[in-house]
């Protein structure tokens, strides 16, 4: 089992920039892919992006792709989403989520296992 914790979340104008970290404990954070999955007021969660454990592998949703990159160090076990050129519509509680390795493709938030409870991001227009 692995434990996730958002931080980084805040507010941004349009077309900054915001970093979230994604910190687990438990299990090594190694053996596990790992997904970015928002949920906006009223709005059903989706994804934003995922990296498989390695690191060597990612997937991101069009809306975000070009703008959101995801990276990780698993030496701290720490992922990352770092988010340029912001807008409103990124505005959204942005989670992290873990599953074990072959996950990462997955864009359906119901077959990711693990989840930390959310960071806010709101961005000013």
């Known amino acids: 089992q692995v434990e996730l914790v958002e931080s980084g979340g805040g507010l941004a104008q349009a077309g900054g920039s915001l970093r979230l970290s994604c910190s687990a404990s438990?299990?090594?954070?190694?053996?596990?892919?790992m997904g970015w999955f928002r949920q906006a007021p009223g709005k059903e969660r989706e994804f934003v992006g995922s990296?498989?454990?390695?690191?060597?592998?990612?997937n991101y949703a069009d809306s975000v792709k070009g703008r959101f990159t995801i990276s990780r160090d698993n030496s701290k076990n720490t992922g990352y989403l770092q988010m340029n050129s912001l807008n409103s519509e990124d505005t959204a509680i942005y989670f992290c989520a873990a599953d074990h390795a072959g996950i990462y493709n997955s864009r359906r938030p119901n077959l990711w296992q693990y989840w930390g409870q959310g960071t806010l991001v709101t961005v000013s227009s």
């Open positions: 990296m498989d454990w390695s690191g060597s592998k990612t």
């Open positions: 438990g299990r090594p954070f190694s053996t596990y892919d």
